[in-house]
């Protein structure tokens, strides 16, 4: 998975899955996204530090994509963060299986309205609010709405294989024998394998 030593991290070496097809990595991905629901998408601010905050994505473009599109407002602080640095972070975690996901990648601001239209909501217009000034109503219209598009580079995900309780179990087996524990799947999709989907997408479009 990396050029980390792997005799000294054996819990990566033995999680590491590497026998999946492109597709069949991606469909895991979008599988864990849509348990987990929300994200936290992390920028740097021009003074180096890192901010997260909670954020929904409107969704991958098709099955075959890992971009994430989120809407937001404009005039909130994490625009002039992506305006100085466009290299961000979102992670993904569903408690229930302890299932997590990583994405590092590149942020694409526009304000497509067939893009906003096609995934605008009601609900997402409750956090905009309707100023009462005849152009920031809080509907698709409202200049404050853009989108974000996060274009991936690197994705990491971890993909539990026991139940909650045979977790427990093994780990602690695992930890009376010495063995090491990784009661789950550490999956990679590098950017060559992410170009390749997107290709297919685009091919078959």
């Not at 990648?105 to 009462?132: C, E, N, P």
Request: aromatic share 6%.
């Amino acid at each position: 998975m990396s050029s980390a030593n792997k005799t000294l991290d054996p819990y990566t070496a033995k999680a590491a899955k590497n026998n999946l097809t492109p597709q069949q990595k991606i469909d895991g991905l979008h599988a864990i996204i849509k348990a987990s629901g929300t994200g936290m998408l992390v920028t740097r601010s021009s003074d180096g530090h890192l901010h997260s905050r909670a954020m929904t994505p409107a969704g991958p473009i098709s099955s075959s994509q890992s971009n994430l599109i989120f809407i937001a407002n404009n005039a909130s602080n994490k625009f002039d963060e992506l305006q100085n640095d466009a290299h961000v972070n979102v992670s993904f975690y569903d408690s229930k299986t302890t299932d997590w996901v990583s994405v590092a990648g590149t942020a694409r601001i526009t304000q497509d309205k067939a893009l906003i239209k096609k995934h605008w909501s009601s609900v997402v217009g409750a956090y905009f609010g309707d100023l009462k000034d005849g152009i920031h109503k809080g509907n698709e219209e409202d200049p404050r709405v853009s989108i974000i598009e996060v274009v991936p580079i690197d994705i990491r995900y971890w993909k539990s294989t026991e139940s909650s309780i045979s977790r427990s179990i093994e780990t602690a087996l695992d930890a009376a024998t010495g063995r090491v524990s990784a009661p789950g799947e550490l999956i990679q999709i590098t950017k060559q394998e992410i170009e390749l989907t997107q290709g297919v997408n685009s091919t078959a479009a």
